[in-house]
């Protein structure tokens, strides 16, 4: 089936407003819990494991719940729709929490609200994100325009993230009038509205290929998708990915805010997060077409985590020679990285659109929903691991967080900073020279194999419909 300008269009804005919610989420829960409101780095960070471990099992269910799901509507547009607005009210619930009062029970019922709407919103997210990728290998049944459908998904949720990135500092200085808290809470209910106006756009002009789940029994779904191996390996490699991402998105407004420091501070990490998101949508844009015409897929995302690595490396040079305190210079190495970054999030979504073509050839199921729900599982563990490494070590290296009543920022001792810088790129560098070593040995669907998966999967469909006559 042949996709429409107004069908790629539509998808990309849904990948934008689905991306500006999670990028808010993933970016500044830490800090607003921890900042702002008080709660322990190393609770936040906990809670938001355990989350994840409660996703381990409702992600895959959920993919299960798709793809057995036939209406009217289609398979997947009625939970995307339905899990946008429950997650929109859960988002705003999330950065508006309840004052905590005097005492340890004013503190502990925020600790309980925080843990409740926190895995409410896993929940949720998950219900409109898995059905918004399994629709990739849905609408669409040509490797070109897989690739293609991947790069405009990616690409706009780069732009989401980055939307999030620009804006989120200065316009909750704006909006909270002094006040983080009420800035947050408020631009909180903004990003709500573009969400849930976005995903109806996108539900409204996509379409679906009419197709039937051969898989009958949870059972044989999940021993389908545990026999797809190279599923297995995108999956890990995603997991790998973005953890050095958000170890990353978790620890850089705590630089911006206590070591680079100044009384805009808000202004020179909002240029760097423009400029590294910039970066990032250029990557996906232009950076991966132009490698792709000369570069196989696995050769360009060896290239990127090498290319990723030296920036984080190029960071930590800086910071130990003083450099850094010229944020000119540091934006070299972080268009590096986010650029990157960019390209290694298209070719994740890439891979894993492959591997549902591997998998079908190789067990006889197409288990779209279940592989992409590993997607969503994998980058929200990613996201909890990362966060609660975070909270952890902000608690070991000492730093003091400043309470929404401060309007002074809290000064940090040099061993701080130098543990902060050290959290910041030596980490996230460790994390990718892991993906690196595991993708190489791992990693067999090159462009040729995936090519020919795409003519076998035709000439089986072919023979079936006409044996159906």
Partial sequence: MKLTGKQKAAFGIGAIGKDMVYALSASYVMYYYQDIIGLS??????????ARVFDAFNDPFMGILVAKTKTRWGRFRPYLVSGTVLNAFVLYALFAAPSSGSGNSGSTAVMVYFSVVYILWGMTYTMMDIPYWSMIPAITDTPADTENLSVIGRTCAGVGSAIIAMLTVLSVKMLGAGSERVGFRRFALIVSVIFIITEII?????????????????????????????????????????????????????????????????????????????????????????????????AIFKQALFAAIFGYLLILTMCLTGLSSNVFLLFIPGAIVFACNGI????????????????????????????????????????????????????????????????????????????????????????????????SRKFKLTDEIVLENARKLKEKNRAAAENAR
């Fill in 202 to 298: 996108c539900a409204v002009s996509v379409k679906e290929k009419d197709t039937e789940m051969k898989t009958a029994t949870i059972g044989e779904m999940f021993r389908a998708l545990f026999s797809n191996d190279q599923a297995i390996v995108v999956v890990l490699a995603i997991v790998l990915v973005n953890s050095a991402l958000y170890l990353t998105s978790n620890l850089i407004i705590y630089f911006f805010k206590y070591d680079v420091g100044g009384t805009n501070w808000q202004g020179t990490y909002t240029l760097f997060s423009t400029v590294g998101g910039a970066f990032q949508i250029l990557g996906m844009m232009i950076g991966y077409p132009i490698v792709r015409r000369k570069h196989t897929n696995t």
């Fill in 41 to 50: 780095p190393t609770f936040v960070g906990l809670i938001l494991m355990v």
């Fill in 344 to 439: 290694l999030t298209v070719l994740t979504t890439v891979f894993l659109s492959n591997s549902v073509d591997y998998g079908e050839i190789k067990t006889g199921h197409r288990e779209e929903s279940v592989i992409f729900s590993m997607q969503t599982f994998v980058v929200k563990l990613a996201s909890g691991v990362s966060v609660f490494i975070t909270g952890i070590g902000l608690d070991l290296i000492g730093l003091v967080g400043n309470s929404d009543a401060e309007s002074v920022v809290a000064q940090q001792s040099e061993s701080t900073l130098v543990g902060l810088r050290l959290l910041m790129t030596i980490m996230p560098t460790l994390v990718l020279i892991a993906a690196a070593v595991f993708f």
